[in-house]
């Protein structure tokens, strides 16, 4: 159980990132992204550090996905060896005999009906 907890933990950091990478990225829009300006000689141009973006999003997308199947097969096999529960009562009634409670009231305690509706003129 150690492990889908560790395993859990990573994927919600490694989605994290993922968001932020994506809302940092410049979209057609702008976005939140990197902003126009800025010198192109400096340590990262934007043109590189859109490439460094995009490429940071794919491994991302790929290490979410690799840790959704790894959850899932660590999920699987800590679930594998339990039984069936058949605990529930699946007794069935034949329709001849009546069930308490389900259907039509009985006669006597139907509501008798004197022909008066209350509201409605004749």
Do not use: C, H, N, Y
């Not at 902003?35 to 999003?57: E, I, K, W």
């Not at 699946?90 to 006669?107: D, F, I, K, L, N």
């Amino acid at each position: 159980m150690s492990l889908f907890l560790f395993l859990t933990v990573v994927q919600a950091i490694v989605a994290f990132a993922l968001v932020v990478v994506v809302l940092m990225q410049r979209s057609e829009g702008g976005g939140l992204g990197i902003g126009g300006g800025g010198s192109p000689g400096g340590l990262m141009s934007a043109r590189g550090a859109a490439d460094f973006l995009t490429r940071t999003t794919k491994w991302l997308a790929v290490l979410f996905v690799g840790l959704s199947i790894a959850l899932a097969a660590v999920a699987i096999g800590a679930t594998s060896g339990r039984s069936i529960d058949d605990s529930l009562d699946r007794t069935v009634v034949p329709a001849s005999q009546p069930v308490e409670g389900v259907g039509a009231a009985p006669a006597e305690q139907a509501p008798a009906d004197d022909g008066a509706l209350s509201g409605v003129a004749e």
